[in-house]
Structure formats: structure tokens, C-alpha cells
């Protein structure tokens, strides 16, 4: 069997190592068109702030080391240019412009993506970076180490760890995102208020709902006519499917360009297969390294005459954002939305662990419920502990539990790790309760007009800020205060962050009043009010 993968890194060489590790007697072509085969994408941003200072750190094995291992032949800078289906041959360049017809058995696309950038009115080509490859970062590191300003353009998972790795190094950063809040693909609005106070503390000015108007002289001119010092500028937009390809070659393409495959990853060509950045899996295309890797492996074993099909994913992503980490896995309320999925919103602000151990930080959580109680995503933001939490709801939603089943996890619990009602533990609560009729939660952005908005928080908590127009009757008050509360209307009730608000709508309901419970409580609402919903 001879294969012939074209492109390394994340989907090419773990397809290679693993067709390797299933036949000893393939002949396996592995096509680089760069100098490194398999290397560290995602720690690119932390060479750039020497975060990691060994630029030989990101090299995960060198093609010679690959070769010895494998028994791969691995040629490095050199890029096919053709693929003749009908020969079943590839045709390679080589760096000094030789070319050569390449025959194959079985050939795997993993070219990967190409980093999005956009016109901006001034600003030369010299100023203009990425940083999707080895070669953009150490373009940028030059240029980083003779400017005092940058901008990156783009507040999405790169854009965010190039711009803080950027102030890191001490340059004057700004970062420049069109949408009106951070990681929008990540996060919906009200989730993400908290993350550009965290980047300003680590010196990135932030702003959000603008765009590049020009840029001249050193200094980039925003549409709101804004001028910001920006010696270097960072496109970080995001990717689109390397696919060209792929295209001249006659293979059928999605929507959005990507290389449409079946279930095991062959393409409209039944010997020519996909993986990685530049293929959409039964439609959907998911540009991270993780989904990369595993579409390698399952690809390889399908090269081989195997049938095994990928399984997809949710889109389980973490970033690092100054002190706090933000992380989610599935759709985002929004994206759901826009799609026309039923969905209910569920907010909870427990601690990251017991709080009478030192140390407890909040975490800020939203799952996102579908019609029929499936979890449709999930969001946290906190400074320890969002990320396992959203690990513990991805694997849920992989085995296809309800949002309800996740009450019933038995995690980890000690005082400086948990609690013994984990986070996870406490949406399943809230959904298993919503599920069963015991609470009718609702969003800031759905209290119905002329409702009783019942504050159910102590005096002090009160009078420290409350919502409009609200009343207050604290919670261990109000059995014998249902006299002040009207019949003839609905009623919201809210507390710091939903607990009591609960139990205060239980108290209502079983007395027969028309009761709702403001998810995630005066917290929630407070978010929502910073992002501008309301």
C-alpha cells in the first residue's frame, strides 16, 4: 500500500505515526511544504512572550527523528502542486523548483488553513503579520524586537494570547476586536464582561465593537476615529480552509470551502481522504488541534481499508486571559438561536472550591439546554477551576447524557479542590429541577413587563444595588410577608445568585402565585447589564 499525506503537523503526522503503527508495510510519503513536520501550533503565542524561551521547545520531532522512528519518508519543503486522480499521482516541487510525479495508493489531504486577513488602507505588507505557523512566529519575534507598539486585530483565542504575549514583551498593545465582546465563537455576551478588565491588567487596551479604518505613519486610525500607536500589526481573524488544492484536483468543496468528507473521512474521491483544518466532517469543520489529531488517527486506519467513523466534536476550547481562563464546549446561545434550536439558558456563580478553604474564587457558568433536556453547551469563566468543569460537561455530552444526569457525577471532592456539590453537580440541579416543573427560570432579558420583582437578599444586600423598581423581603421573612406580595401580576424573584431566589420560588409556588426565578440571580443580571443586553 503506498500512501502519500500531504501536510504534517497536527492531522498529517499523527496520521503517518499511527498508519505506521498498523502496518509496518506500507510505503507512507509524508509532504511538508515548511521546515517542521510536527510541531507545537498552539505554544506559538507563548514563544513570542517568552513564556516558553526555547524556540526548539515547540518542535514536537524533527523530520530526520521522524524518518528513524516511523520509517516515514519525510520530505520537507516541498509542496505538491497537482494531483492527477486518474494516474493516482501527486506532482512535488522541491525547494530548488525540481519537480516529479509521485505515484499513490491512498492520499490523505491535510493541508490545513490559511490565516484570514483583510484589507486595511496605508499599512504595507513589511507591517502586516499572522501567526499560524512556525515561520509567521519567528517573523513576528524579529519585528517585536525593534517596535514599542502592536495590534492585533481579532478577539478570538489567538488574537487574545497574541496581544497578552505581546504586552508581555513590553510593547504598547492594543487589541482590536469588530464584534462587541471577546471570544465570541467561545462565549456569549454576558459571559465574557469579566475579560477585558483581565487583559488591561496585564497591559492590553481592549477595544471592543471596532474596527481598522487605516493605518499610516506607525499608528493605526479606528473607525471611530480613534489613533493608536501600532508599529506591527497582528492579524488574528481566524482561518479559512486551505483547500485550493483540493479544489483544482475536482473534489467536491462545503459552503465554506472546506473539503466535504463522510463519516470516515473520504472525500467525493473514494482513494483520496481528509483531515484536519481543511476538511468539514458531515459538515461541520472545527479549526483546533485536538479534533485535528483525532481525525489523523481515524484516518489512518481508514487509508488502510479500515471503516472507522469519526465521532465529531464539540468544540471544547480553553484560553488563558490575563488572571482568568475561559472556556466552553458546544453551541453558544447565540449560535443556537441563529439556528432556530429551542434552548433555555441556566446561570450559576458557585466558588471554585469549598469556601471556607483559603483561597475560593468565583466561577461564572451558563449551560445551555436544549428542547428535549440534552446539553446543547456550556460556558465558565473564573480564574481556577472553569476549565474542569467544562471537561467534566464536554465528556457528558460526548456519552449523550441529559443536562439533568450531570446532578448525579460523582466528582473530586476536597475542601481545596471542590466541593462536595461541584459546580457541574449544581447545573445539573438547576436543569433537574427546571425539567421536573420545581422552577421556571428566567433571563434578565425575559422579565416580563410590569412583573413584582422581589429582591429576597438581606437589607444590606439591598441597599447596596438592586434592580429596578424591586421590592424587598428577605428570604427568612417571607412566609409571614405573602400579604405584600401581589396576586395579580408575576412575580421575578432574584437573590446575589439564585439560591434563595429558589427557595423563595417554591415558597410562592406552592402557595399558588404565578412565580418565576431570575437565573443566576442580581450576578446574572448585573452581567448582562455590562454587556449591554439590557
Not at 492585533?152 to 494570547?161: D, F, Q, R, T
Not at 504586552?167 to 456569549?188: I, N, Y
Request: charged share 20%; aromatic share 4%; proline share 6%.
Amino acid at each position: 500500500m503506498r500512501v502519500v499525506i500531504i501536510g504534517g503537523v497536527a492531522a498529517g503526522a499523527s496520521a503517518a505515526a499511527r498508519l505506521r503503527r498498523l502496518d509496518e508495510t506500507a510505503e507512507i510519503t509524508l509532504i511538508e511544504r515548511g521546515e517542521a513536520i510536527s510541531y507545537a501550533n498552539c505554544g506559538l503565542p507563548y514563544h513570542v512572550g517568552g513564556v516558553i524561551p526555547d524556540r526548539d521547545d515547540l518542535l514536537v520531532m524533527s523530520a530526520e527523528g521522524f524518518r528513524k522512528r516511523f520509517n516515514v519518508a519525510v520530505r520537507v519543503r516541498c509542496e505538491v502542486t497537482a494531483i492527477d486522480r486518474t494516474a493516482k499521482t501527486v506532482t512535488v516541487r522541491d525547494a530548488d523548483g525540481a519537480e516529479e510525479a509521485l505515484p499513490y495508493d491512498r492520499l490523505l489531504l491535510a493541508t490545513g488553513a490559511l490565516p484570514i486577513q483583510i484589507p486595511i488602507p496605508g499599512l504595507p505588507d513589511a507591517r502586516r503579520l499572522t501567526l499560524t505557523s512556525l515561520a509567521d512566529m519567528d517573523r513576528l519575534v524579529a519585528a517585536a524586537r525593534d517596535a514599542k507598539s502592536a495590534l492585533v486585530i481579532g478577539g478570538g483565542a489567538i488574537g487574545v494570547e497574541t496581544a497578552e504575549n505581546l504586552a508581555r514583551r513590553g510593547l504598547k498593545t492594543t487589541l482590536v476586536e469588530k464584534a462587541g465582546h471577546l471570544l465570541p465563537a467561545m462565549l456569549d455576551p454576558e459571559m465574557a464582561v469579566d475579560l477585558p478588565d483581565a487583559l488591561r491588567a496585564v497591559g492590553v487596551d481592549v477595544r471592543t465593537g471596532r474596527t481598522v479604518a487605516a493605518w499610516a505613519d506607525g499608528a493605526a486610525t479606528l473607525d471611530d476615529g480613534a489613533s493608536l500607536p501600532a508599529e506591527i500589526v497582528v492579524m488574528a481573524l481566524g482561518v479559512r480552509p486551505n483547500s485550493a488544492l483540493a479544489q483544482a484536483t475536482g473534489l467536491a468543496l462545503g459552503p465554506r470551502g472546506h473539503v466535504a468528507v463522510d463519516a470516515c473521512l473520504r472525500t467525493s474521491d473514494p482513494d483520496i481522504f481528509a483531515a484536519g483544518d481543511v476538511a468539514a466532517a458531515e459538515g461541520a469543520a472545527i479549526a483546533l488541534a485536538g479534533p485535528a489529531n483525532k481525525q489523523g488517527r481515524v484516518a489512518a486506519a481508514n487509508l488502510l481499508g479500515g471503516a472507522v467513523a469519526y465521532g465529531g466534536a464539540q468544540g471544547s476550547a480553553v484560553v488563558g486571559v490575563g488572571a482568568l481562563c475561559a472556556a466552553s464546549a458546544g453551541v453558544t446561545e447565540g449560535r443556537a438561536r441563529a439556528s432556530g434550536l429551542a434552548c433555555r439558558p441556566l446561570y450559576a456563580h458557585p466558588q471554585n472550591h469549598a469556601g471556607y478553604y483559603p483561597g475560593a474564587t468565583p466561577l461564572r457558568l451558563k449551560l445551555l439546554v436544549g428542547a428535549a433536556g440534552e446539553i446543547l453547551g456550556a460556558q465558565a469563566i473564573g480564574a481556577a477551576g472553569a476549565d474542569k468543569r467544562i471537561d467534566v460537561v464536554a465528556t457528558a455530552m460526548r456519552l449523550g447524557l441529559p443536562a439533568a444526569a450531570l446532578a448525579a457525577l460523582d466528582l473530586c471532592y476536597a475542601p481545596p479542590f471542590g466541593a462536595a456539590k461541584d459546580p457541574v453537580n449544581i447545573l445539573g440541579m438547576l436543569a433537574g429541577n427546571a425539567a421536573d416543573g420545581l422552577t421556571r427560570p428566567i433571563t434578565p432579558r425575559e422579565i416580563p413587563e410590569g412583573a413584582f420583582l422581589l429582591d429576597v437578599r438581606e437589607p444590606a444586600e439591598f441597599a447596596a444595588g438592586t434592580l429596578p423598581g424591586a421590592a424587598n423581603i428577605p428570604l427568612g421573612q417571607l412566609r409571614g410577608r405573602l400579604g405584600e406580595v401581589p396576586r395579580g401580576r408575576p412575580t421575578v424573584v432574584f437573590c446575589k445568585v439564585g439560591q434563595r431566589g429558589y427557595f423563595a420560588e417554591r415558597i410562592l409556588a406552592q402557595r399558588g402565585f404565578d412565580v418565576r426565578n431570575l437565573s443566576g440571580g442580581y450576578t446574572t443580571w448585573l452581567a448582562f447589564r455590562r454587556a449591554g443586553l439590557i
